[in-house]
């Protein structure tokens, strides 16, 4: 357990609605879906600008550049020579939003 300060003001409101320590932790529990929640939407934004981009969800981009060089020409040449950038921003995204959402899920279960 980590200890932290609070406000003395915010500790007599929350008091007064019971058990400080509960309304803390109930508060930072809020809180914590809260900036969880915000983050998962910005990072499923990335994931869906580039399957708009790229005409494809992650997973069938990522194995299709695994085995079809032609795949990777028509990209090269139609869509976006930087490709491998993008891939590892949507890479990125896309795994985030699984662990964000593993995160979230652990704290809705607490």
Partial sequence: ?????????????LSDFGNLQSEINLAIKRY???IIANKIIELQSKNQHYQSKYKSDF???FDKIKQDETFIYEIENNIDKRWEI???EWEFSH???QDWTEKLQAILLI
């Fill in 86 to 88: 993008d891939l590892a």
């Fill in 32 to 34: 914590s879906i809260e």
């Fill in 59 to 61: 997973v069938t981009f």
């Fill in 1 to 13: 357990m980590i200890t932290v300060s609070i406000n003395e003001e915010y500790a007599k409101i």
């Fill in 95 to 97: 795994k985030g939003v």
